[in-house]
């Protein structure tokens, strides 16, 4: 390694506290809907959170998946961003993926089922 990328790795480098103020949490997709007002494809979805509630997100993931799919799945969401209205929608948490190939997001989640609003360690 050089220099240059010893001292971007150092830049990018976290500390054990940054990661814990980021509340990652688990949970369910109760309700999902098109989101009529987006300027591009997305849902309005209703996470159950588990003790943290029932929160609104909207999320463009319309590639992959469709409002009927979506509920039920568990999925991954930051939880402690301010809320932020997003076409029409006060989106209050953040639900969270991974873009593939041609950049349409692919939702992050768990592979069995836990609590709802469980937190990522």
Sequence with gaps: MTDSTNKADAANTIEWQDFEKIELRVGTVVAARVNEKAKKPAYVL?????????????AQVTVHYTPEGLVGRQVLC???????????????????GFA??????????????VPNGARLH
């Design 100 to 113: 593939d190939a041609a950049g349409a997001i692919v939702l992050a989640g768990v592979d069995r089922a």
């Design 78 to 96: 930051v939880c402690n961003f301010a809320p932020k209205r997003i076409a029409g929608v006060v989106s209050e948490v953040l639900v969270t």
């Design 46 to 58: 209703e996470v159950d959170l588990g003790e943290l509630g029932v929160k609104t997100s909207s």
